[in-house]
């Protein structure tokens, strides 16, 4: 790991905790785009968050821009929207001046050697809404060199926090996880708002546990899985699975040899919502919230069962609120 070479933007935060993100934020530097830095930090902090990534499209971060602003509870991480001519990917974690290539498509063979690049930078590459229902905007690349799936993107979705198109990813990598958790090659999924406009950030974000607030450890808690999304930073969301003493959380492996496995989710934040847990043989447990929004439920298990479980809270309407990574079981 003596490659890293992260930005002087590092924040310690509250030590090991829950740290909320948003890992897809656009300035005015972009096109599209209309805020300042400035303006982007102070949306940042009232949305609640405790981290961003900056991802202008086809240019790293410029000199000065955003140093300035990170604080001991703000970390700002540098990274790059690599817009090709067939998808977009988020390069997080990229040194002060660092670009990555995106004149390519996917005929050109030159995808691995810019995945590779950021890599060796200690970074992570993020396939950025890869149904995104305009030119260039669907992921065409094969995924196996990706690190992580922005199943939930908020930019084409402003009148409504989910849509179409971030459903047709999430079914995607629901299905990825069924193959992909037997092998331990995996694909977390995070969700960012991928903002441009007054009001966007944060909506989503995710929800990261990292052993403290610095890039390093939250693109590491990413990388695991160890985390979640959030439509809004008033829900919250605890879901863990316990078995012979043993517990674990969002993107941990828990052993329980044969025995019985419960498993637990508590949420706050999210009036009449229903709750749904899902393994690699699909949903296999529903269950609504009151009018208040705060539930805790429990499902039982085996591993022999279930290799994995995790779960999505949704509105009565059907739209998304939150969705966790699974809790690998074994
Ligand atoms: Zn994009
Ligand atoms: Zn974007």
Known sequence: MSTMNFPPTRAVGRGAAWYRGDCHVHSLRSTGG?????????QARAAGLDFIATTEHRSAAAPGTWGHLAADDLLIMLGEEVTTKTGHW????????????????????????CLDQVHRAGGLCVAAHPHAPYPSGELLFPMHGFDVVEVWNGLWSSDLPWNADNETA???????????????????????????LDGQIGTPHTVVFAEELSTEAVLAGIRAGRSWIAESADVDVSFTASANDRIAGVGERLASRGGQVTVRAAVRGIPTATVSFHTDRGEVHRSALSSDGA?????????????????????????????????ILT
């Open 295 to 327: 539930g805790a439920l429990q499902w039982n298990t085996k591993a022999d069962d279930s290799a994995f479980v995790r779960i999505e809270v949704r509105h009565p309407n059907g739209q998304v609120a939150a969705l966790t990574n699974p809790i």
């Open 34 to 42: 209309e805020l300042t830095p400035e303006q982007l930090v102070i």
């Open 90 to 113: 988020l390069a997080l974690g990229l040194g002060p001046g660092e670009l990555v290539d995106w004149d390519y498509g996917v005929q050109d063979g030159l995808i691995d050697q």
């Open 170 to 196: 999430l079914t995607d990598w629901a299905r990825s996880l069924t193959a992909d958790v037997p092998t331990g090659s995996w694909r977390p999924a995070m969700g960012n708002s991928d903002v441009h």
